[in-house]
């Protein structure tokens, strides 16, 4: 059986074939048989979710021909949804009801789209692995023990194992591109700007994009296609009017340049695992087998693109997170009567962040102080410069930038949470795209000989996701991935 994309679920709901409530119930089950184990969800809304796809059913009238008509969704849970408890993974926040939606929720929802749950993260979309959420790691369903990277673990936990067909994700640094890497699925950052951050709970509001998880690229075209748009309620979202993405896949690559930074590739210091590698390299063949080129470019500075980011992320992280003081927002530690505000403040964000939040906090607090702005701050604003310049140079001979999205595969739960560096260090190849604001787009290419997924990620010129998606549809049209599924997982692996 192959498991259905978001496009055969739109299609069967459009004809009639199948109706909301049968599609959203399956999403249910999927979710009831295996989530006790995955770890998928922070919030399911079952009832809600059925009371939706049935008034969607009966009203057909107004529902048919939008995009999305009858389809589950799931929602990162640092997306604001009406009415639905949204905690970014965070003690902090474990009881908030936001009044209003994100846009790109609204977006979704106004498509007909059945949103069935919110999907668990590392804190505050800070981490790699989904192993920061206050509640519960998420577990990769190609092998329970392992990681399926984050932040948006959950989101590519509930594509992976067909809980739904669609996810949305934020990617501040990697965070939609690496679990699905890793989770062997679809994730796309769209331009900053693409995808109004309206409504997303704030990490680094210079870098964070809001995108889709997805099965196909196919998908992934389909979903920005609805969620991305100018918005008056984000003053940096991009006026520019929204391309027709899935008119884009035509399939045709014939002399498209792809651009290879081989040297910041093969250097020591990206680590990259030789079956990942070997991976890489045929699906660059791929492509080239459909008639594109392949030219060297060099990205001098990325090399420098992690310290960079840890930089400018951690600075506005800092910032970001001031407003959670326990009187706004969220958590309050009880008081005895003799604390001062500022004693409630102290606890309040003591009790209410876990570890990694308070690292960021402290390493953005430090950098931003007088004395060391200049030193920290300042510098990696002038490396980021660079690094976009470097993009700049880079597609005067390019269309595309190829890179591994990871340069690992999923590793174990708990190999890497006591050394925060090694953590910072999976995003070599990701963080460099949000720096520079550029779209950028993983796909599967392929497994290690342990049976893990391994990703591919070509990176755009600013707003041209349509060319990022032709090229990724291609690969995916010859290599075969979406054939792929996981089984069924219902039981965690031993503990190794
Ligand atoms: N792994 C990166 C970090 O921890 C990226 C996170 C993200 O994209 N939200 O900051």
Redesign the pocket.
Known sequence: MTTPTLVDLRDAWQSGRRSAVELCEEALTAIAQQDAVLGAFNTVIGEAALARAASIDRDRATWAGRPLAGVPVAIKDNLCTRGIRTTASSRILEAFVPPYDATAVAKLQAAGAVIVGKTNCDEF????SNENSAFRPARNPWATDRIPG??SGGSAVAVAAGMTTLALG??????IRQPAALCGIVGLKPTYGRVSRYGLLA?ASSLDQIGPLTWTVRDAALALSVIAGGDPADATSAPQPVADYLAALTGDVRGLRIGVPTALIDGHHAGVDPDVASKFGAALQTLVARGARLVDIALPNAAAAIPTYYLV?TAEASSNLARYDGVRYGYRAPADGRDDLRTMYRRSREQGFGAEVKRRIMLGTYVLSAGYYDAYYLKAQQVRTLIRRDYDEAFAHADVVAMPTSPTPAFRLGERVADPMQMYLA?IFTVSANLAGLPAISVPCGFTAAGLPVGLQLTGRHLDEATLLRAADAYERDAGWPEHRPARVTTAAEPA
């Open positions: 979309a800070m981490g790699s984050g932040s934020s990617d501040t640094g990697g965070s990490f992320a995003d």
